[in-house]
C-alpha cells in the first residue's frame, strides 16, 4: 500500500467527493449531487491522490472504477458520511434521492407501491423512476439502481434476481366476439399480433417471447407495455401481455393458457458501492419484499379457456 507523509492528510471533503464519483461512476452527475462543478471534482481528486501516494480512479469503459486504494478510501468515506449523519441529525429518518429506472409495468405495480412504504417511514427521501425497456446499462450513468428483464451481463456491479412473471395471451371479449379465438398454436396465424416493435427491442428474452408464433401478423406495436395493454382492450389483435397488467382487466380473456406462458425473470443491476448507501438498501429490500408478495400475481393464474 502506498505510505503518506505525515503532513498530506487526506481532506474528508475529498474523500466524500470519491464517495460521489464511486457511486455514480462519472464526475458529472457527482457534481450535480454535490453541487459543485466538474472542474472542482477533479481537483479534489487529483488532491486525494496526491495525499495518498496513488490512483484512486481508472478510466474504464463504463466510467470511472475504483482501484483498489479508491475502494480502501471509499470505505474511510462512507465512515465519514455515516458520521456526519449521525451528528445532523436527530432521527434515524433517511433523506436524499435514489434514482432508478424500471420497465413501464414493473414502475407502475411495483417500485411505486414499494417505494411508497419507505416513504410512509421515511419522507424526506425522494425517488425518482425513469421507465425504459432496454438492457442493463454498461455505463452506469446517473441511475442507482436499474430493473431489468433477463439476466444481465454486467462489469463492476452487482446483478439480483428479484422474481418471475409471466407474459401471456390476451384478447378482449369484444375482438373475440368478432374474430373468434384461437385452439390452437396453429391457429395463431390468422390472428395479428399487438407487442413491442420488433427492430428497436432491445431486450434479448422479451425479443425471443413470441417464438411460439412467429408466423403472427403485427398490428399495434409500442415501446410501451401500457399501450399493449390498451390497444388488446380495444380489439387490435391478441396481445401477449404481462399477467399481472392483463389479469386487471375483466374485459381480457387469457388464450391457451397451456400452450403460451412465457416466463421471464426481473434482475436488479447496482454497483456495489451504491448497494451500501442506507436509502439505497431500504429501497431494495422494499422491491423485493415487494416482488415476493406479488408472486402468485405476477405468474398469473391460468384460466380455462374462454373462447
Known amino acids: 500500500m502506498p505510505v503518506t507523509s505525515a503532513t498530506a492528510r487526506p481532506n474528508p471533503d475529498d474523500l466524500l467527493v470519491l464517495l460521489a464519483v464511486g457511486r455514480t461512476g462519472r464526475y458529472v452527475s457527482a457534481a450535480e449531487e454535490l453541487g459543485i462543478n466538474h472542474t472542482t471534482i477533479s481537483r479534489r481528486i ?116 428479484l422474481g418471475d412473471y409471466t407474459l401471456g395471451l390476451y384478447a378482449s371479449h369484444e375482438y373475440a366476439a368478432a374474430r373468434g379465438l384461437p385452439h390452437s398454436i396453429e391457429d395463431l396465424t390468422a390472428h395479428p399480433l399487438v407487442y413491442f416493435i420488433d427492430s428497436i427491442l432491445q431486450v434479448d428474452d422479451l425479443d425471443l417471447a413470441p417464438s411460439f408464433a412467429p408466423t403472427m401478423r403485427e398490428s399495434i406495436t409500442s415501446t410501451n407495455v401500457f399501450v399493449h395493454v390498451e390497444a388488446t382492450r380495444a380489439a387490435a389483435g391478441l396481445g401477449l401481455l404481462p399477467c399481472f397488467m392483463a389479469d386487471r382487466h375483466s374485459d381480457l380473456i387469457r388464450v391457451l393458457p397451456e400452450l403460451v406462458a412465457v416466463r421471464l425473470t426481473y434482475w436488479l443491476v447496482s454497483r456495489a458501492e451504491t448497494l451500501r448507501r442506507p436509502e439505497v438498501t431500504a429501497i431494495v429490500d422494499s422491491l423485493r419484499r415487494e416482488v415476493r408478495s406479488r408472486r402468485t400475481m405476477l405468474l398469473g393464474t391460468p384460466a380455462p379457456n374462454s373462447g
Not at 478510501?73 to 436524499?96: F, K, Q, W
Open 46 to 161: 487529483a488532491a486525494l491522490e496526491h495525499a495518498l501516494g496513488g490512483r484512486v480512479l481508472t478510466r474504464g469503459a463504463g466510467g470511472w472504477e475504483l482501484t483498489d486504494l479508491g475502494r480502501e478510501a471509499l470505505a474511510a468515506a462512507e465512515a465519514i458520511e455515516s458520521a456526519v449523519r449521525s451528528l445532523t441529525s436527530t432521527t434515524t429518518s433517511l433523506e436524499g434521492v435514489v434514482r432508478m429506472s424500471a420497465t413501464d409495468g414493473f414502475s407502475a405495480y411495483l417500485a411505486a407501491p414499494a417505494v411508497a412504504a419507505v416513504q410512509r417511514t421515511h419522507p424526506k427521501l425522494a425517488v425518482e423512476i425513469i421507465t425504459a425497456t432496454r438492457r442493463a446499462s454498461l455505463q452506469r450513468s446517473s441511475m442507482d439502481l436499474e430493473v431489468v428483464v433477463g439476466k444481465p451481463q454486467v462489469r463492476r456491479a452487482e446483478a439480483i434476481p
